[in-house]
């Protein structure tokens, strides 16, 4: 029974959706125009005023397509096809008869396909398409924000966190544009899941950027998240990011502080295999705690290309263990758009993920665990304003110590509409 579930877990596509992030971002909601926010300061929320009519309605979405195939390594060489529909629809307040300091955020998204996560690394592969269940999943997100004439938003109701990640400078993330391993793209905590349902308080300053959440931390991906508010405890996320200068060139240096009350592991955002069984030590200490160091920094600006260059970026993060069920992570890259064609997109990172020793511990008799490590290297080309293909390669030794070092090839090609 026991290598049973090991060699399902070796064979087969790992679906956990609440693996998740430590990202941080401005605003919810607001379209990201890849060629404008690769490598420069994101802009502040815009002060409360009146819209014309013509935009109390905002409606875009996205659209990305994967063919992914595994080059090296256990996994079989079968290519997979999934796609990724995604929008967004932004309704001003005096659509309903109040102002337009106050938008709510309809976030439907549709995913299809089959998709390679699991199949070379316990971090999934494929973030657009990391989600619980096979075949074709939708899920609807709806959000409340109000934004004062200082900058000062508060937003309520369910997030996709997703959304946020695409407005890291340098880096970017989200999985339609950048990096696609969950690793870069949305960087795991294991306290904050991929969707929240919460209240989220943005305070920018001249000098510092502060944030405050608090949310349910149970994993939100279709649900309501009014069935049993809670019920798990509450969790926080609280960063502060400072803005700087270095010889000209724009970094962002943050601190991020994320726990909750939870006194169980989030076994809602692993698979079964990855759950100690009854009687377990492991997931009765009340409450958890993380910290995070991050940094992004641009290296060069093009003065011919406003907003393009290319940065460095990185991150290191710790818990305390248990019931968190990674404790330490750390990440490095280099991303950014080559000169000679900047509306192009590149970038390379490498990252290490540890789970945590007193899990490794208590599923040692199932299952031989180590750390995961992992590069990812990709390239963007812009056909057209409208449509980018994306070549990735990622190479992963993964968590599970039976595994040989895998290797995946990947396509993606998304268009903004």
Avoid: C
Wanted: net charge negative; glycine share 12%.
């Amino acid at each position: 029974m026991l290598a049973s579930a090991a060699l399902w877990l070796m064979a087969a596509p790992i679906h956990a959706e609440g693996l998740l992030t430590g990202g941080v971002a401005p605003v919810v909601g607001d379209e990201v125009d890849p060629e404008a926010t690769e490598s420069t300061k994101p802009a502040p929320p815009p002060p409360a005023t009146i819209q014309p009519a013509s935009k109390l309605v905002r409606v875009h979405g996205v659209w990305s397509q994967f063919s992914e195939l595994p080059l090296a390594g256990d996994a079989p060489n079968t290519l997979t096809y999934g796609g990724k529909l995604d929008g967004y629809i932004d309704i001003g307040g005096s659509a309903f008869g109040a102002d337009n300091s106050i938008t709510v955020h309809v976030r439907p998204e549709f995913r299809y396909g089959e998709d390679s996560n699991g199949l070379i690394g316990l971090i999934p592969s494929n973030t657009e398409l990391f989600y619980p269940g096979d075949g074709e999943v939708f899920d609807l997100s709806l959000s409340v924000t109000k934004r004062w004439k200082s900058g000062v938003s508060l937003t309520v109701g369910k997030v996709n966190v997703l959304d946020l990640a695409e407005h890291l400078p340098v880096i970017g993330g989200g999985g339609h544009e950048g990096f696609q391993n969950l690793a870069m793209a949305l960087p795991p905590s294991a306290v904050v899941p991929a969707k929240i349902t919460g209240v989220l308080l943005d305070v920018p300053t001249k000098k510092v950027l502060y944030r405050f959440w608090v949310f349910d931390p149970a994993v939100q991906s279709r649900r309501s998240g009014l069935e049993d508010p809670f019920d798990r405890g509450v969790a926080f996320l609280g960063s502060v990011t400072f803005p700087v200068n270095l010889d000209g060139k724009h970094g962002y240096y943050a601190v991020k502080l994320a726990g909750s009350t939870r006194s169980a592991i989030a076994d809602d955002a692993l698979p079964a295999v990855l759950v100690p069984g009854p009687g377990s030590t492991f997931g009765q200490r009340k409450g958890e705690m993380s910290v995070v160091l991050a940094a992004y920094q641009n290296v060069a600006e093009y003065p011919e290309a406003p907003g393009k260059g290319w940065g460095l970026f990185g991150q290191v993060y710790i818990s305390r263990g248990d019931p968190t069920f990674l404790d330490r992570s750390a990440l490095f890259g280099i991303s950014g758009n080559p000169r000679a064609r900047p509306q192009d997109r590149f970038g390379i990172a490498w990252f290490r993920y540890s789970l945590t020793n007193k899990l490794v511990d208590a599923l040692s008799a199932r299952l031989a665990l180590e750390d995961e490590e992992g590069v990812e290297a990709f390239y963007t080309l812009q056909v057209a304003k409208p449509l980018r293909v994306t070549a990735s390669l990622q190479v992963v030794d993964s968590a599970i110590a039976a595994r040989t070092t895998g290797v995946l090839g990947s396509l993606r090609v998304s268009t903004r509409f």
